[in-house]
């Protein structure tokens, strides 16, 4: 439940995200929701999430409400999931402009978020709208594909067999029926959209991408 209402806006982008079931308060925001869905270990996110009561330099009372908290899950048996995020989403323009507005409170929710374990960390669209996003929203599309239990197997023996191996490479060894090859290709981006194989996602997707088993 957030703890501040985000109101209704003529002026930005405003409105509840379907994938979440947050609601933004900004079209970076909302991109932002978003890019963090389609992170292979994705749990949950929670808007306007906690209010964060502190004094100032000067001796003031002030509150401060992040944007975003973002809870993670583990990719492995036995092995923990990273650190929740605290997040504050601004556009860089604006931090900027008004930096010595928010240093003081950036501050305080670095600290606050350390004693709970988590991160605290400022996004701008320089670290949002990127080609790894445009990289995860392609893959989401086939996150929850229904896709052939055989072929999954299949395909992660021989990349565990090869190590390091390319999605061309990969499916021509397998078959030269276009078909068969379009089957193969889906179940391909399913493992990678589902954090089963790994992919370098800060460059451009492509079936000449270096793909192996993730560790």
């Given amino acids: 439940m957030p ?41 949950r996110l929670e808007a306007q999430p906690i209010k964060i009561k502190y004094r100032t330099s000067a001796n003031k009372s002030r509150r401060y409400t992040p944007d975003v908290l973002v809870h993670f899950k583990s990719l492995a048996a036995g092995k923990p999931p990273r650190r929740s995020i605290l997040c504050e989403v601004k556009y860089r323009e604006e931090l900027e402009n008004e930096f010595d507005k928010f240093r003081e409170r950036f501050l305080v929710a670095r600290r606050f978020a350390r004693e709970r374990g988590w991160i605290f960390k400022v996004v701008t669209e320089r670290r949002i ?16 594909r229904l896709v052939s239990q055989s072929d999954r197997e299949l395909l992660l023996e021989l990349i565990a067999t090869d190590k390091v191996v ?25 493992l990678v959209a589902n954090g089963l194989i790994s992919v370098d996602l800060q460059s451009p997707l492509t079936m000449n991408s270096q793909i192996s088993l993730r560790k």
């Fill in 3 to 43: 703890v501040r209402k985000i109101p209704i806006s003529n002026r930005a982008v405003t409105g509840l995200h379907a994938g979440t079931g947050a609601r933004y308060e900004s079209s970076l925001e909302r991109d932002f929701f978003e890019c963090m869905m389609m992170e292979p270990d994705f749990d």
């Fill in 129 to 144: 709208r990127t080609i790894r996003f445009a990289n995860l929203k392609f893959l989401f599309r086939y996150k929850k």
């Fill in 166 to 190: 390319t999605p061309k490479i990969l499916i021509n060894s397998v078959s030269e029926s276009p078909m068969r090859q379009a089957e193969l290709i889906c179940c391909l981006w399913h």
